[in-house]
């Protein structure tokens, strides 16, 4: 006997000359024709969950459960279920309330995940679609009929594609705050040049006055060439063009440089500024001198930015198998809402138009980034209110002097 697709989307009607013949498997030449991946099978209702016999279970259900057909029991089968997922309104989670739902015509097509054990361990997403069967003679519905199908390979796609959603969609958040924040950061530097370029017309005998206005024209242009820069450099990691060069890095050299550019503004804020290096035994090691000075940088500057009283140290110890550089800081912290977020390029712990502190939200995804290129790793410790350190580490391939 085959039944037709109205048969099934409308609930299977028999008579009852036919419930001799359930067990014919011709039942089902419709079912697994159209759904070659199924196990189809056919259950006849007890008077409790649990009671019921399954017929004519297909004999993929050994692949799909890891039972043989003739052992599958409604009991063996309801004692796997982890989860029920209905996939409509209409179907309650709780089994005992769909058996009576079924039982009182109230559901004509059942779609649920499931979540089951399996008896060799490991658990698995099954999709089960089913319809009634009625007995036509009495109108009551004494079982379902239907197809479990193996659901993991889809619920896994799908959850991979509500992840990559969600990626999108912060990454979206991201862009739109980095834009608002690009368009103000930019904007500052280049007011003050365009601004002060014209003041410097109106003063043109005033040397003291011009030497003011030019060195604010040329603090701006510096900042937003670091802007731009960090830009460019943020695209270059991301379309992973970034080159890597390998050559004598002196350490100590590398220090000096970054506490010569930052001591002024840190006296400036009256705020102690310190070095600490092994001494004598500074050694150079092979890596990228541009890179490892510009995560340096970073990472002072916004410790400088983000400490308004106390004292900021920074520099590096040798370990036994890499370098360990510190950078201290008395400052504001970094709150345990951000921590999880604050090397996400774009990313800034204040983001509210109101932000008092600057900066486009890319030092520490840059930083990172070239941690990572160099062979190292960064992480940091902070309590809000009560200032940070951030650490990173790079391979101690010490070079020959
Ligand atoms: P930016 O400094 O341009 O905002 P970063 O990527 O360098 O961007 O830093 C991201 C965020 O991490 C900052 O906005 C700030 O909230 C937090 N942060 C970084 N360093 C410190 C620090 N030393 N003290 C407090 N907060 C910090």
């Known amino acids: 006997m085959t039944i037709t697709k109205s048969q099934y989307d409308h609930g299977y009607h028999f008579s009852g000359s036919e419930k001799g013949k359930i067990s014919d498997t011709g039942?089902?030449?419709?079912?697994?024709?159209?759904?070659?991946?199924?196990?189809?099978?056919?259950?006849?209702?007890?008077?409790?969950?649990?009671?019921?016999?399954?017929?004519?279970?297909?004999?993929?259900?050994?692949?799909?459960?890891?039972?043989?057909?003739?052992?599958?029991?409604?009991?063996?089968?309801?004692?796997?279920?982890?989860?029920?997922?209905?996939?409509?309104?209409?179907?309650?989670?709780?089994?005992?309330?769909?058996?009576?739902?079924?039982?009182n015509g109230e559901i004509k097509n059942y779609r649920a995940e499931i979540l089951v054990k399996l008896p060799g361990g490991g658990k698995k997403w099954i999709l089960d679609t089913s319809v009634p069967m009625i007995d036509d003679e009495t109108?009551?519905?004494?079982?379902?009929?239907?197809?479990?199908?193996?659901?993991?390979?889809?619920?896994?796609?799908?959850?991979?594609?509500?992840?990559?959603?969600?990626?999108?969609?912060?990454?979206?958040?991201?862009?739109?705050?980095f834009l608002h924040n690009i368009s103000h950061e930019i904007r500052t530097p280049l007011n003050a040049i365009v601004g002060f370029s014209t003041l410097l017309e109106e003063y043109p005998e005033s040397r003291e006055k011009r030497r003011e206005y030019l060195d604010i024209i040329s603090r701006s242009s510096d900042h937003l060439l670091e802007i731009i820069d960090n830009i460019v450099e943020i695209s270059k990691i991301e379309a992973k063009t970034v080159k890597i060069s390998r050559e004598q890095v002196n350490l100590y050299k590398v220090i000096r440089t970054?506490?010569?550019?930052?001591?002024?503004?840190?006296?400036?804020?009256?705020?102690?500024?310190?070095?600490?290096?092994?001494?004598?035994?500074?050694?150079?090691?092979?890596?990228?001198?541009?890179?490892?000075?510009?995560?340096?940088?970073?990472?002072?500057?916004?410790?400088?930015?983000?400490?308004?009283?106390?004292?900021?140290?920074?520099?590096?110890?040798?370990?036994?198998?890499?370098?360990?550089?510190?950078?201290?800081?008395?400052?504001?912290?970094?709150?345990?809402?951000?921590?999880?977020?604050?090397?996400?390029?774009?990313?800034?712990?204040?983001?509210?138009?109101?932000?008092?502190?600057?900066?486009t939200g890319l030092g520490l995804a840059i930083s990172k980034a070239y941690v990572e290129l160099l062979g190292g790793n960064i992480w940091f410790t902070s309590h809000n209110g009560e200032g940070s350190t951030f650490r990173f580490t790079l391979p101690k391939e010490i070079a020959v002097k």
């Open 27 to 103: 039942t089902f030449d419709f079912l697994v024709s159209e759904n070659a991946d199924g196990v189809p099978f056919q259950l006849i209702f007890g008077q409790q969950i649990g009671e019921g016999i399954y017929l004519n279970t297909g004999a993929g259900v050994k692949q799909l459960l890891g039972i043989s057909p003739e052992d599958f029991t409604e009991k063996i089968f309801h004692d796997m279920i982890e989860e029920i997922v209905p996939l409509s309104d209409d179907i309650p989670a709780d089994p005992i309330m769909t058996r009576r739902k079924f039982i």
């Open 139 to 177: 109108g009551t519905v004494t079982g379902t009929m239907g197809i479990l199908y193996d659901d993991t390979t889809r619920k896994n796609i799908l959850e991979k594609l509500v992840e990559a959603r969600k990626r999108t969609d912060d990454s979206e958040n991201l862009k739109a705050a």
């Open 258 to 359: 970054v506490y010569d550019q930052f001591s002024c503004i840190a006296s400036e804020k009256a705020i102690v500024f310190n070095y600490i290096v092994p001494g004598e035994s500074d050694p150079c090691i092979y890596t990228d001198n541009f890179k490892v000075t510009q995560i340096l940088r970073n990472l002072v500057s916004n410790a400088l930015k983000f400490t308004m009283e106390g004292r900021i140290e920074f520099g590096y110890t040798l370990k036994d198998k890499y370098i360990e550089f510190h950078v201290s800081d008395t400052g504001i912290g970094i709150s345990s809402e951000q921590q999880a977020n604050i090397f996400t390029r774009f990313y800034q712990g204040d983001n509210t138009s109101k932000r008092s502190y600057g900066g």
